[in-house]
């Protein structure tokens, strides 16, 4: 494992404005992992999604991240390398066909800046965003494929789950587009280093985490849609739209102040 570097740290000279890069490691002393959780559930004696079939966020405070996940690209079967469901979800592993765990998160280049000043007589460190963006990224070993669903079904479940993800990645550019309004205005003043990063981290997550909640109307449409039956004409006619708008909403240049542009 390498070294984990500080990834604000302060310079000496109170004039120099130090930058660096924000590492997820920040968010997680004081946020819990926020995960979008997407089942294929195919109920055909169902006139609605069960709430156990239903996208959702789970929290927990396990890694954010790992060596095998990835951002947006097209799903294969082995992209799915959990030995068995979430725990919550056991119980129903034999209505379920697939599960995969997908997060939005901040980009590798996502940078803070933090300088020493004064305020009223007293010492402070201002925090503001220089830069930041957001991308779409499955965790595999989250990510579950029933053994037991027939291998000519195969196709349409993983079709299914990449639609999930697509979506998470429609939500994840969305939020970058909206960052260049917010990010601008964020400015964090505390007495320390790490109450400023702290905040810095806190503010962040929250923007995440109502992507990721306003991101789970249209992922329960797509389910309402396509989990009730098998319908491989309404599914891809789905699959179509969603590569359209991805195709028309290239990832934007990530969120930063005007001037710095």
């Not at 004696?45 to 709430?51: E, K, N, Y």
Request: proline share 8%; net charge neutral; charged share 25%.
């Amino acid at each position: 494992m390498g070294q984990c570097l500080n990834p604000l740290a302060i310079r000496e000279d109170p004039p120099v404005r130090a930058t660096a890069k924000v590492f997820w490691c920040l968010l997680r002393p004081v946020c819990r992992l926020a995960t979008l959780s997407f089942l294929v559930a195919l109920l055909p004696a169902c006139t609605h999604l069960p709430d156990y079939a239903r996208p959702k966020i789970i929290q927990s405070d396990g890694p954010q991240t790992s060596r095998n996940s990835f951002t947006y690209r097209d799903l294969t079967i082995e992209d799915f390398q959990a030995d068995s469901l979430p725990e919550p979800m056991v119980e129903h592993s034999g209505k379920i066909n697939a599960h995969a765990a997908v997060q939005i998160r901040l980009t590798a280049d996502s940078s803070f800046s933090m300088i020493p000043g004064h305020l009223y007589g007293q010492a402070y460190f201002f925090g503001t965003i220089e830069r930041i963006g957001f991308e779409a990224f499955m965790l595999p070993e989250r990510s579950w494929l029933n053994p037991g669903i027939p291998s000519g079904l195969r196709t349409y479940v993983v079709q299914h789950e990449q639609i999930h993800f697509a979506l998470t990645e429609i939500a994840a550019r969305r939020l970058i587009k909206e960052s260049r309004e917010w990010a601008p205005k964020v400015l964090v003043v505390k007495p320390t280093p790490q109450e400023v990063r702290s905040e810095l981290a806190r503010q962040i997550q929250d923007k995440i985490n109502a992507a990721m909640e306003e991101s789970l109307k249209r992922q329960s449409k797509f389910d309402e849609d396509a989990s009730l039956f098998y319908n491989p004409r309404r599914q891809q006619w789905w699959y179509w739209a969603i590569e359209d708008e991805l195709g028309t909403s290239s990832p934007p240049i990530h969120g930063r102040p005007e001037s710095q542009r």
